[in-house]
């Protein structure tokens, strides 16, 4: 058999035919060491993705998107508008982070934890060989007529899938209404929250979308990650790579024959069972090389050792290795790309730790009413100012007061006897601050002021304070 390996598969993807339409894939149900383990890591990942938006540390939902309201929890730390930078520096480092990951291991992300990958191999599919059965099985059901049998699967399954989809649709929903809000909706019915409703449906109808019908065609063609795997993704990178200097040996790859000594042969360990093939769910043959539509689920790997030991040949024909390794046996090496990354990221890192000590959960601003000059009273130059303060915690301040730490002077409250501030609220009004002429050393002098919670001080500002010595 020739070696040389046929590059027509780049002319097309694994889920389109010759006649240019929809291939469907009926991938075997994998089984092996790294399936199991795949097995556990999703199924931790479900449980987290479905308790996160009900989960509640100090009051706070532990993970929340609120886009509507510009409100953002992130492991129970609150974000509002005023902290959008720290949400924008928190996506930079996401993003350094899957580059980093990815030029060092592939795209890992995409087999092992991405949510997309997660629910459709391990709920929607399981579900799927539960009902219809394994390759072989779902492949006849497909051709079969529809018959009784036929009829009763496809509607048992399709039916789950709805129920399912509908399910994620709230936990969706949780996730950019907060979850106090949707099971308030659920409790009120939805005859008072039909718009509600409709975009529950809406998000349902996508869902079953993307997991009956779209399936791996997301990883493939919908999802940007896939591509910027080819940007990112060199030799050194290490993926799910078919060992082609042991797989082909001198006179390529051929089928398995007892008692034959492939050395003597000149054939290589690949007995061209196509099993790789047959697993894979996005439908390519990993012994073409690395291709986009691999998502690194390592089906293919569990499939060949098994195939492998039953002909008592090594395993490892496929596995982890990169391209370099395969070739020129060099191990993996961390460079200077990969430092590159790896400087960014901590830097990264690091501003956000920072940002975040210093972030108050009370944010206050003071400024000065425009328009209006100071005034005389007395032995005392006064300016009025305008106050909000925002509370971004999830409890309430109902003894708040402004005082002045420097210099010296009073602040008087205007129209309110004490500010309460209630838990995400704000509070806003109007005060004077007078301070003694004697203490005024400039025309424009900064005021150091505290905001408390009776004698508790939740924050700190400055602003300043218009004189008379503007006009020597």
């Not at 809000?181 to 993307?210: C, H």
């Not at 790997?301 to 395993?315: G, R, T």
């Not at 402004?402 to 409250?413: A, D, S």
Request: charged letters at 25%.
């Amino acid at each position: 058999m020739s070696k040389e390996i046929d590059d027509s598969f780049r002319d097309s993807i694994g889920t389109i035919n010759s006649d240019g339409k929809r291939k469907w894939i009926y991938p075997k149900k994998p089984s092996g060491k790294f399936y199991n383990k795949r097995k556990i890591t999703s199924y931790f990942l479900i449980l987290f993705l479905l308790s996160a938006p009900f989960i509640k540390i100090n009051g706070n939902q532990f993970l929340l998107f609120n886009v509507f309201d510009r409100k953002f929890n992130i492991f129970s730390i609150q974000f509002w508008p005023q902290d959008f930078y720290l949400v924008v520096i928190s996506l930079i480092i996401g993003v350094v982070f899957v580059s980093l990951f990815t030029v060092a291991f592939g795209r890992i992300f995409c087999g092992w934890i991405c949510p997309q990958t997660i629910f459709l191999e391990m709920v929607f599919r399981r579900i799927e060989y539960w009902i219809d059965g394994d390759r072989g099985a779902q492949i006849r059901l497909d051709k079969q007529e529809w018959n009784a049998e036929k009829i009763r699967k496809r509607i048992t399954k399709w039916f789950i899938f709805f129920l399912i989809s509908f399910v994620i649709a709230n936990v969706f929903l949780s996730y950019l209404l907060g979850s106090d809000e949707v099971l308030r909706m659920i409790t009120e019915g939805p005859a008072n929250n039909l718009s509600t409703l409709i975009a529950l449906l809406i998000f349902t109808g996508v869902f079953y979308f993307v997991f009956v019908w779209f399936r791996e065609q997301v990883c493939i063609i919908a999802c940007p990650y896939g591509r910027l795997q080819g940007v990112l993704l060199d030799d050194k990178s290490i993926v799910v790579a078919y060992d082609y200097v042991r797989g082909e040996g001198e006179n390529g790859r051929a089928k398995f024959k007892k008692n034959e000594n492939r050395s003597e042969t000149g054939f290589g360990d690949c007995i061209d069972c196509k099993q790789c093939v047959n697993v894979c769910p996005t439908g390519i043959d990993i012994r073409n090389g690395t291709q986009l539509e691999c998502t690194n689920c390592t089906a293919c790997i569990d499939e060949c050792d098994a195939m492998m030991e039953s002909v008592n040949l090594p395993k490892g024909l496929i596995r982890y290795a990169s391209e370099i390794e395969i070739s020129k046996k060099e191990k993996f090496k961390f460079t200077p790309r990969l430092k590159g990354y790896s400087a960014v990221l901590f830097i990264l890192i690091g501003i956000l730790t920072g940002l975040l000590f210093l972030r108050s959960d009370v944010e206050a601003r003071i400024l000065r009413l425009p328009g209006q000059l100071f005034e005389h009273k007395g032995e005392n130059i006064s300016n009025v100012y305008t106050f909000k303060i925002i509370n971004k915690t999830a409890k309430d301040y109902d003894d708040v007061s402004i005082r002045l730490v420097k210099p010296q002077g009073t602040v008087i409250l205007v129209s309110k006897d004490k500010i309460k501030l209630s838990k995400e609220g704000m509070a806003q009004g109007t005060i004077f601050i007078e301070i003694p002429e004697v203490l005024i050393e400039s025309d424009k002098t900064r005021l150091d002021i505290e905001i408390l919670n009776g004698e508790e001080v939740i924050d700190k500002t400055t602003t300043t304070f218009l004189g008379p010595r503007s006009f020597n």
